[in-house]
């Protein structure tokens, strides 16, 4: 079985630049997560998706992060303009579904240098 | 709001030592408490997840177990090994769904 897919896994880029990274979930898995996971820290849930309306989005700096899943697949997370304080590693998760109980499976992230 | 605090935050042993990692948390009212471990540059791998009506998980050298009462679980490592370098995260699923994260310990498993 396939595992969350992401790209890219690197991004160099100057403040104020836009960027995007995109996401393939696990087949069949209804709930799709971004996180963000800056240096020495935990991962933070940055917006939660179930299908394709979102869940969660509480923790998602909107005046510059937007994240879109058309058709309740792959999803894309755009930062607009970059601050240097978005350098971390934004990893993507998918489970079953929005469940307690459902397991979430990671990709293998997308760090992003702003300098 | 719900915290997760992992200690110790970072920790070196020779390989073949049994060791374990200690996580809690301040919110009892959670569904599941997951361990994952982190290598250099990549995602997140689950280890092992506990149910909230469960005490312990094993799979492998690796036990988990939960006692949510105390707000308290531990990642024990039977006899280490070199491989086992990374950093381990526990994280918490609780009353709105979210899985909230501790920093996570390092560990290095020296030959």
């Known amino acids: 079985e396939a595992g969350v897919a992401q790209s890219p896994r690197y991004k160099i880029i100057e403040k104020r630049q836009s960027v995007a990274f995109w996401c393939n979930p696990i087949s069949g898995h209804a709930t799709l997560y971004w996180y963000q996971q800056i240096l020495g820290q935990g991962p933070k849930l940055l917006i939660q998706?179930?299908?394709?309306?979102?869940?969660?989005d509480s923790q998602l700096p909107k005046d510059r992060f937007s994240a879109e899943r058309l058709k309740g697949v792959d999803s894309t997370l755009k930062i607009q303009p970059a601050k240097l304080e978005d350098s971390a590693v934004y990893l993507c998760?998918?489970?079953?579904?929005?469940?307690?109980?459902?397991?979430?499976?990671f990709g293998p992230g997308t760090r992003l240098t702003v300098l | 709001k719900q915290e997760v605090t992992q200690i110790p935050a970072a920790l070196s042993v020779p390989e073949g030592e049994n060791l374990v990692l200690n996580c809690s948390f301040t919110d009892s009212a959670i569904y599941n408490l997951q361990w994952f471990r982190q290598d250099p540059g990549k995602g997140l791998t689950s280890l092992l997840l506990i149910q909230s009506s469960q005490r312990e998980q094993t799979s492998g050298r690796l036990n988990a177990s939960l006692d949510k009462s105390s707000g308290r679980s531990t990642l024990y490592i039977a006899a280490s090994q070199p491989g086992d370098s990374a950093t381990y995260l526990c994280?918490?699923?609780?009353?709105?769904?979210?899985?909230?994260f501790g920093k996570g310990t390092k560990l290095t498993v020296n030959p």
């Open positions: 994280a918490v699923r609780g009353g709105s769904e979210k899985l909230v």
């Open positions: 998706f179930q299908n394709n309306g979102v869940v969660d």
């Open positions: 998760a998918s489970s079953l579904g929005a469940s307690g109980n459902n397991e979430q499976f």
